[in-house]
Structures are given as C-alpha cells and as structure tokens.
C-alpha cells in the first residue's frame, strides 16, 4: 500500500518514520506547504517521496493522513474523498465546522470511503462510543494544563484572568464543547474527539484548569449513562518536536494507521 502524508511537522514525521518500518507500506509520499522538511525526510528514509503537487498525490496514494492543520482539512478533505480514498484527520477540530462535517459526510458515502478520526491525545474513545450507542445522559471533559498552555487563548484576556499569579488548581471555563472550542482553539481537537464519539457538541460538558504545578496536559473523560459510568484519563507530556502536541497524539496516528492498514486491529 502507498500511504499519502499531508503534513510532515511533528506528527508527520514521526509517523513517515513508522510507515517506513511497516512492511505492509510500499511507498510514503509526503505533501507540505514547506517542500523543505518533505525533502529532508526524503533524503533520510528510502520509501518516503516528496510530493510538490496535490493531485500527484492523489494519484499515488491508496490511503491518505492529514497531520497538516484545519485550514487542510479545508482546503483537501473533499477533493481526497472525491478521488474514492480514505482518510485519517488528525486536525479533528476542523469537524466543529457544522457545514464542513456534513459536506465530507456527504462525499464520503457517494465516494464509498472511509473517514477515521484516531483518539489523539485521549483514552477512552473506546468506551465512550460503546456508551454512546444507546442511551448515554452525560459526558463531561476536564482538561488541565499548566497556565501557559492557555495563556494564548482570547478568552483569558477578556475576562481578566491573570494566570500569571495562579497559586492552585483554577477552573478557568465551564461551559458546552461547542463554546469551549471557539474560546479555546488549542484545546479543540480533544473536545471535537469527545463530542464526535458521545453525544455531540452542545451536549457535552468541558471543563478548562489552570495548574501552576503542572508541565503536562493532562484529560479525563466521565461518562454516564444506561450503560453504567466511565472515568478515563490520561497525563501527556508535550511532544519534543513541537510543545503545543503530546507526544501521545503523534503515537495514536502511528497506532490508527497500524489498525488501518495492518493485518491486526486490536480493540476494534
Ligand atoms: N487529534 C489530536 O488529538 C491532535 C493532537 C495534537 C495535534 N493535532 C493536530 O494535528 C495537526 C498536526 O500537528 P503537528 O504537531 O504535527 O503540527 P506541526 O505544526 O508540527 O506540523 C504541521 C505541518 O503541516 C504543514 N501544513 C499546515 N497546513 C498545511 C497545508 N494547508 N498544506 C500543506 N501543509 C500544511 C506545516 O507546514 C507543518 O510542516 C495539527 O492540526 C494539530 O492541531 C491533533
């Protein structure tokens, strides 16, 4: 099989590494906006091609991972379902976008394909969707991050939140995944990932912290429901090759792609 990479920053690269390790994978071609790190990795890996056109890539690719940005889910989501190919999305959060999710939808089921959205930064996908089938009342996410991760985000300076002087654990927004993702771009991906695998954005609660005693980010998914009630959670370290990223976030598309194009999908 020949895998397309779009996007060979700290996800993509990692996972060129692992695709090249794999023996099912033939070729990995890889695609980004700055040719200078595809070549780089082209020179360092012998199945890995720098690709400089985008319907290149269409045509030589079998399965395509987007590890790029929302702005490339945008731009190439349709047009890689429309060329009948499946797709890994890491940059999840571009699914808030109501009309954008229900056009890929939409294409994806003329197109026969499949779009996969791997559990990134989170545990407890698994059980969250099996919950999710049938009558689940509750989903809550509390993400807690050291003050700098959350420095950036608009809503903090509105509201006058001076993280600089926080001396404990702070909740910083309570509200709806649908807000949290507007007021809280960095945190989107795990919201969308949660919301998509329950019961939707406007139903699930998400809850922010500030720190001061933390560097990693840590996530907890609580669920309840007929099913009974479920309590995930997970501490990350940041990535080495880009902080903003857990270093689990780039070992869960390297783990979906595994289950994708492997012999073996354990956990189905
Ligand atoms: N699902 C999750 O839980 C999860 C966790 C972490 C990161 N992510 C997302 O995965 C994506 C990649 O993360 P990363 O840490 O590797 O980022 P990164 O910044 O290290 O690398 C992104 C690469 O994509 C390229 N790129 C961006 N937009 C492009 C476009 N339109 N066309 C071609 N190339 C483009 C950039 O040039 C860069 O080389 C981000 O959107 C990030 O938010 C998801």
Redesign the pocket.
């Known amino acids: 099989m020949n895998i397309g990479i779009?996007?060979?920053?700290?996800?993509?690269s990692t996972l060129a590494k692992a695709a090249e390790e794999m023996k099912e994978v033939h070729e990995v071609y890889l695609?980004?906006?700055?040719h200078v790190?595809s070549r780089v990795l082209e020179e360092k890996f012998s199945k890995v091609k720098s690709i400089l056109n985008f319907d290149e890539l269409l045509e030589k690719s079998d399965f395509i991972i987007e590890?790029?940005?929302?702005?490339?889910v945008k731009?190439f989501g349709e047009r890689i379902l429309k060329a009948k190919l499946d797709i890994l999305i890491?940059?999840?959060?571009a699914l808030v976008d109501d009309s954008l999710r229900e056009s890929l939808e939409k294409v994806a089921l003329e197109n026969k394909c499949r779009i996969f959205l791997?559990t990134?930064?989170?545990c407890g996908v698994d059980g969250l969707s099996s919950a999710a089938v049938e009558g689940i009342t509750e989903v809550t996410l509390i993400t807690t991050k050291p003050p700098s991760a959350l420095e950036d985000a608009a809503y903090i300076k509105e509201k006058g939140i001076d993280l600089k002087n926080i001396e404990e654990p702070t909740i910083v927004f309570e509200g709806n995944a649908k807000e949290a993702v507007k007021l809280f771009p960095r945190n989107v991906?795990?919201a969308a990932?949660v919301s998509l695998a329950g019961i939707g954005f406007e139903k699930t609660n998400v809850k922010i912290i500030a720190d001061p005693d933390t560097n990693q980010n840590h996530h907890k998914i609580i669920a309840k429901g007929k099913f009974g009630t479920m309590s995930a959670e997970m501490n990350n370290v940041p990535?080495e090759?880009?902080p903003?990223?857990?270093k689990i976030?780039a070992q869960?598309a390297i783990a979906a792609m595994k289950k994708i194009i492997g012999t073996y999908w354990v956990g189905a």
Do not use: H, W, Y
Request: aromatic letters at 6%; hydrophobic letters at 40%.
């Open positions: 779009i996007g060979c920053g700290a996800i993509g695609f980004d906006k700055s790190c590890a790029a940005s929302q702005e490339a731009l890491m940059s999840i959060g791997p990134g930064a989170l991906n795990v990932t990535f090759r880009n903003k990223t857990s976030a869960s």
